[in-house]
């Protein structure tokens, strides 16, 4: 085979993936340089929400899966819903998008208290019942204990 035939198969193979990302894990090449990425860093390199050590409890339970996704978007839209309220123009986007980065990066890394918080509110049945959470004082609640405020700075 030719170079030129192995740039044409490489690049065939290519876009392929960028239709069917699951086949880049056929792709040597590909996974030579995520390996490289990832030992130049020092860590692991990966994207969406990290559960830690959580993960297997979380896949193992489908129903505490649900109710954390649940919890996790309605805290979002709690606080697209309240910033839109307070008027912020222009910036309202960049407000909300730096809140939701807050949000996710106290599920990710929950000092005791929050932890506390996100459990309780897991275990309370009485919310998860819908898509959203409604229940707007205990969203409001999570996310004065979330961003360390006082949630009644919230309303």
Same mark, same amino acid.
């Given at each position: 085979?030719?170079?030129?035939?192995?740039?044409? *198969?490489?690049?065939?193979? =290519?876009?392929? =993936?960028? &239709? *069917? #990302?699951?086949?880049? !894990?056929f792709d040597e090449e590909w996974l030579r340089k995520g390996v490289e990425a990832e030992e130049k860093v020092g860590g692991n390199i990966g994207a969406g929400l990290d559960c830690g050590s959580a993960l297997g409890s979380l896949v193992g339970n489908l129903e505490l899966l649900g109710r954390f996704t649940t919890l996790r978007i309605s805290l @979002?839209?709690? &606080?697209?819903?309240?910033? @839109?309220?307070? *008027?912020?123009?222009?910036?309202?986007? /960049?407000?909300?998008?730096?809140?939701?980065?807050? /949000?996710?990066?106290?599920?990710? !890394? #929950?000092? #005791?208290?929050?932890?506390? $918080? /996100?459990?309780?509110?897991?275990? *309370?049945?009485? !919310? $998860?019942?819908?898509e959203f959470i409604s229940n707007r004082e205990i969203l409001r609640e999570l996310l004065g204990v979330l961003f360390r405020g006082n949630a009644s700075k919230l309303s």
């Amino acid at each position: 085979m030719s170079q030129q035939d192995k740039s044409e *198969n490489q690049s065939t193979f =290519n876009q392929e =993936n960028a &239709v *069917n #990302p699951m086949g880049l !894990l056929f792709d040597e090449e590909w996974l030579r340089k995520g390996v490289e990425a990832e030992e130049k860093v020092g860590g692991n390199i990966g994207a969406g929400l990290d559960c830690g050590s959580a993960l297997g409890s979380l896949v193992g339970n489908l129903e505490l899966l649900g109710r954390f996704t649940t919890l996790r978007i309605s805290l @979002n839209r709690e &606080v697209r819903l309240l910033l @839109n309220n307070w *008027n912020l123009g222009t910036a309202t986007k /960049i407000v909300v998008k730096t809140a939701r980065e807050r /949000i996710l990066e106290k599920f990710r !890394l #929950p000092t #005791p208290e929050v932890r506390e $918080y /996100i459990l309780a509110t897991l275990e *309370n049945d009485e !919310l $998860y019942g819908e898509e959203f959470i409604s229940n707007r004082e205990i969203l409001r609640e999570l996310l004065g204990v979330l961003f360390r405020g006082n949630a009644s700075k919230l309303s």
